[in-house]
């Protein structure tokens, strides 16, 4: 994929990053090639792969059970909020 000089200020632009002029020639060569390796892997045939769970053949990871192992106490941590609505902790809007 191509990137040119005007990609890369739109995205330092939407980033909110401040590039000197002598970095964006470096960023658009950096990136293109980085979009080049990635468009390689989106054409590598994988359609008779099999999803691993773990990388090392033969070896699992091991999981613990899916259990419950201390009460519920949100309501007590919620005694303690300045402000709560229907269970929620209620934050001031820090964006306009």
């Known amino acids: 994929m191509s990137v040119n000089r005007k990609d890369i200020e739109n995205i330092?632009?939407?980033?909110r990053l401040s590039l000197r002029e002598e970095e964006v020639a470096g960023y658009v060569e950096t990136l293109g090639n980085i979009l080049d390796?990635?468009?390689?892997?989106d054409r590598a045939e994988t359609g008779g792969i099999e999803p691993m769970a773990h990388p090392l053949a033969g070896l699992a990871q091991r999981l613990r059970a899916d259990?419950?192992?201390?009460?519920?106490r949100h309501g007590l941590y919620q005694q303690n909020a300045p402000r709560v609505e229907a269970g929620l902790y209620i934050v001031p809007r820090v964006i306009e």
């Open 67 to 72: 259990e419950v192992t201390e009460a519920d």
């Open 12 to 15: 330092a632009h939407l980033a």
């Open 37 to 41: 390796m990635v468009g390689q892997l």
